[in-house]
């Protein structure tokens, strides 16, 4: 059946350094992919999606590209902030929008 | 805030009981989802409902059940409690496409 397999956590990171938390799928069919973050003592927020091969998704300076030929969505970031910590969670749904897979989770912890 | 609620906030009950979980999402969300989500992992999906019926499920038994109401209000029935099911249930309600919005969850202990 369709899978999220994501980077075992947590990463610590130094403010200004780059992230990646790497992400692969398995799925039948062209899912399209998320990911997700989850603050502390909030709920969960849509962070970027891409609905089909080569999309890229971006939101405040996160990227991930869908990739068929790895089946990965890799989560990126140039320079992260303590305002970043929290935990990420990737996700695909099928192309119906009916069914839907999440990571485990990966946290993140950005020191000033 | 994504204009999803759910209720209640915490919740404790024994095993064998029978639970209602509640969510609220905005007018239009003709979609809506469920999640448990436990502690330490990922949410996993539970089933969805579109327009009040059932149209996808995910690997969890029939005491799990659902309703969906015209006045975009749903609900998570569980029954038989056991001490697995204790977690954090989330609902998910979609507009159109497939962009989720949560709600902050409610937390179930079964003791």
């Known amino acids: 059946g369709d899978s999220v397999t994501q980077m075992e956590g947590p990463v610590t990171l130094s403010e200004e350094a780059f992230l990646t938390i790497n992400c692969t799928y398995t799925a039948t069919g062209y899912p399209s992919l998320f990911w997700y973050v989850q603050y502390p003592g909030e709920g969960l927020q849509l962070l970027l999606k891409a609905t089909k091969a080569d999309d890229k998704g971006s939101n405040k300076g996160f990227e991930a590209t869908y990739r068929k030929e790895t089946t990965s969505f890799h989560l990126e970031k140039g320079s992260v902030q303590v305002s970043d910590s929290a935990v990420y969670f990737c996700?695909?749904?099928?192309?119906?929008?009916?069914?839907?897979?999440f990571g485990t989770g990966t946290s993140l912890t950005v020191i000033p | 805030e994504t204009g999803v609620t759910q209720s209640p906030t915490h919740l404790i009950k024994t095993r064998g009981q029978q639970v209602t979980l509640r969510c609220s999402s905005q007018?239009?969300?003709?979609?809506v989802s469920w999640y448990q989500q436990a502690l330490g992992q990922g949410p996993q999906f539970i089933f969805q409902?579109?327009?009040?019926?059932?149209?996808g499920r995910g690997n969890f038994p029939p005491r799990f059940s659902g309703l969906q109401f015209p006045n975009y209000s749903s609900e998570l029935n569980v029954n038989a409690l056991e001490l697995d099911d204790s977690a954090l249930y989330l609902c998910?309600?979609?507009?159109?496409?497939?962009?989720?919005?949560f709600g902050p969850g409610t937390r179930l202990t079964v003791l």
């Open positions: 998910a309600s979609t507009p159109t496409g497939d962009t989720q919005y």
């Open positions: 007018s239009g969300h003709n979609t």
């Open positions: 409902y579109y327009r009040e019926e059932e149209n």
């Open positions: 996700a695909l749904s099928d192309r119906a929008g009916n069914q839907f897979y």
